[in-house]
């Protein structure tokens, strides 16, 4: 079985001040680990990936994650937030057993909030 | 464009008038899905689709039914729609690679049954 949480519900930070979204996961399986973006009134997009390469993972628009096993956590940061940033954050997990479902359980989601 | 559309965007039925959203994906992908997207619960799978003529439950498959009759079309069908399933619906797809493939999604479907 596999699970997420996301720890904030919500974040509000200033522009240009850091940002930092919590997630922690279960999963009986070495994850495959991702966070999507939706902005409002939008679908879903992909902003970065873990699959067991480099512990430390680049997303688009400035954003990273680092995977800690020891902690089971893959919290999203960013130095400076922008205003664009604004939008609900997933964190989703992925298992990698062979002949899954490829189910993707995502947490509830954190919205940020930024303010001028 | 590599995509996943879905159709319609909106839709306002009435309690048990049947009803079909349509997802197609261009990316010649085996795997397909259906989520719905509810407040304060994020996204819960409904269906999935691991090929052609293979489809099989998620989480919450109660009052839908799915089909796969061709490798680029994946239907989510409401026999008998009712208020609990209003809602925002995602499809998505994915090759069947490794661990590496990434889920891509569409741009939902947000569904009123009254």
């Known amino acids: 079985a596999q699970s997420v949480t996301q720890l904030d519900s919500h974040v509000s930070v200033s522009e240009g001040t850091p940002v930092l979204l919590r997630c922690n996961y279960s999963?009986?399986?070495?994850?495959?680990l991702f966070w999507y973006v939706q902005h409002p009134n939008k679908g879903l997009q992909l902003l970065l990936k873990?699959?067991?390469?480099?512990?430390l993972v680049k997303g688009i628009n400035g954003f990273e994650a680092e995977f800690k096993k020891s902690e089971t956590s893959f919290h999203l940061t960013k130095p400076s937030a922008h205003m664009s940033d604004a939008a609900e954050y997933f964190c989703v997990v992925s298992p990698n057993s062979g002949g899954s479902n490829y189910k993707l359980t995502f947490g509830k989601g954190t919205l940020l909030t930024v303010n001028p | 464009e590599a995509q996943v559309t879905q159709n319609p965007r909106y839709l306002i039925t009435v309690t048990g008038k049947k009803l079909t959203v349509t997802c197609s994906q261009n990316?010649?992908?085996?795997?397909m899905s259906w989520y719905r997207q509810d407040p304060g619960l994020g996204l819960r799978q409904i269906y999935y689709?691991?090929?052609?003529?293979?489809?099989d439950k998620g989480d919450v498959p109660e009052g839908y039914k799915v089909s796969r009759k061709e490798k680029r079309n994946f239907p989510l069908i409401l026999e008998s729609p009712s208020p609990n399933q209003t809602s925002l619906y995602f499809c998505?797809?994915?090759?069947?690679?490794?661990?590496?493939?990434?889920?891509?999604f569409g741009p939902g479907t947000r569904l009123l049954v009254l």
């Open positions: 990316m010649n992908h085996e795997y």
């Open positions: 998505a797809s994915r090759a069947r690679g490794g661990r590496q493939e990434t889920q891509y």
């Open positions: 873990y699959t067991s390469a480099a512990t």
């Open positions: 999963s009986s399986y070495s994850p495959s």
């Open positions: 689709s691991m090929n052609v003529e293979v489809t």
